[in-house]
């Protein structure tokens, strides 16, 4: 996965026309001319340039003075909508300390503000006031301008020449998935879906500290199930050569965090139909996974995930060890990414996770191979006497069946070592 922080940079070149006179007793007005340039940071690179509606096509700011009130607005001209790299224009503004906002590619009226010279910051601009899209952006159609904002403070102290450094920071972040086909069959991918991500609002100005790291969630910021629909081929060997991109606002999918999930990462769902070369041997397939290194999204990452799609079957040993006298038959059922697994009495039992290619006659991999966790334990009615655990020496989940009678639910995360994704599965145990 690579996190890229892509942002841009307005600077402002403050050149003075004229030396204000000592004798003058009313307040310095002078034009000033600015000069704009907005650049790639140092982090852009040709491999993965952004695409024009990441840039700025067209851009405002307000300059408000100390007591918060608005001495000046400008914007660019609206009938030019070519996304620039540098651009300049003259204004006037009174020597003194100013907070700017800035906004790239998102007009006034989506913001919720009213910003009018003369006047007020707008409350929700002065304060920490959120911003919510109002289409989320996993749906944005192709092309739609990305919005960008910034808030920083500048002085005005009357030299000849005075830059000033304004960055305008993407809102969003994007995700990209790059899909690979190492099995042996044509594939084609149905949908995509993907968990926790975020919605609800976002903090309208970027904190610029944070940025690429662990973002501070607001109260009201929400999470959601983003689902795509590929509908897309991708023949065997292919490599990467299918990809996808989306919008989300940022989020963390930490357990520990509000709105995070239990597994402590962001799960994958596919959905998958694997060709054979005849059409009634086509097999299609939910597969599970989660993203081992991904814990946490921010505004402005450029995230990729590549998913490479192989004929991996993952399944279950169970071994039960009832007492002296116990019913011994144990009854277990595979479905999709569940497995049902039944005892009819109190006991110890194994569970042995297995992995291996889908290809015929493939082994199944030694637990030095794989990477298992148990991630959460379920037990509402306290059927376990001893919590399944995970020996990685002899690659077995051991547990023990009290006397009750109910469903508890373990969750497994079974990888290969080395790989960035693995398969999610639930082992329902149940004491009938």
């Not at 007005?29 to 000069?35: L, N």
């Not at 909508?81 to 300049?88: D, I």
Request: charged share 20%; glycine share 8%; with cysteine.
């Amino acid at each position: 996965m690579i996190r890229k922080l892509t942002q841009y940079i307005l600077t402002l070149l403050v050149i003075m026309a004229g030396a204000c006179s000592p004798q003058e007793d009313f307040p310095t007005r002078k034009q000033t001319s600015f000069a704009i340039q907005v650049q790639p940071s140092a982090t852009e690179s040709s491999e993965a340039a952004p695409s024009p509606n990441e840039l700025i096509n067209t851009w405002w700011m307000a300059f408000a003075d100390q007591e918060g009130v608005v001495r000046l607005i400008i914007e660019r001209d609206p009938a030019n909508t070519t996304p620039v790299e540098m651009e300049s224009f003259t204004a006037t503004l009174d020597l003194g300390t100013y907070t700017v906002y800035s906004f790239a590619n998102i007009h006034p009226s989506d913001l919720g503000l009213d910003f009018q010279e003369g006047k007020n910051v707008p409350s929700g601009a002065a304060g920490e006031a959120g911003w919510a899209p109002s289409v989320s952006p996993h749906t944005w159609k192709e092309g739609t301008l990305v919005p960008m904002s910034g808030r920083q403070t500048v002085t005005v102290t009357g030299q000849v020449t005075q830059p000033f450094s304004i960055e305008v920071v993407r809102m969003v972040a994007k995700m990209e998935f790059l899909f690979s086909n190492a099995s042996e069959s044509d594939m084609y991918l149905h949908q995509l879906w993907m968990r926790p991500m975020g919605s609800g609002k976002v903090d309208m100005f970027p904190a610029y500290t944070l940025l690429g790291d662990k973002p501070t969630l607001r109260q009201d910021a929400d999470t959601t199930t983003v689902c795509r629909g590929l509908f897309k081929d991708i023949p065997q060997g292919s490599q990467r050569s299918v990809s996808d991109c989306f919008y989300t606002l940022e989020s963390r999918a930490e357990a520990a965090s509000p709105k995070g999930h239990p597994t402590g990462h962001y799960v994958l769902l596919l959905d998958v139909t694997r060709h054979s070369g005849d059409p009634s041997l086509a097999t299609r397939d939910t597969v599970s996974m989660l993203t081992q290194e991904l814990t946490y999204i921010n505004r402005n990452d450029w995230v990729r995930i590549p998913v490479r799609l192989g004929d991996y079957i993952v399944r279950t040993d169970v071994k039960f060890y009832p007492p002296i006298g116990g019913y011994p038959a144990v009854v277990i059922e595979e479905k999709g990414r569940d497995s049902y697994i039944r005892f009819g009495t109190q006991g110890k039992f194994v569970i042995t996770p297995l992995m291996r290619e889908g290809s015929a006659g493939s082994p199944w991999m030694q637990p030095s191979q794989l990477d298992i966790q148990v991630l959460a334990v379920t037990d509402p009615s306290r059927i376990l006497a001893h919590s399944p655990a995970y020996d990685a020496k002899t690659g077995e989940i051991t547990g023990e069946l009290d006397s009750s009678k109910g469903t508890a639910v373990a969750t497994l995360s079974v990888g290969v070592k080395g790989s960035p994704l693995s398969y999610l599965r639930d082992i329902y145990i149940i004491r009938e």
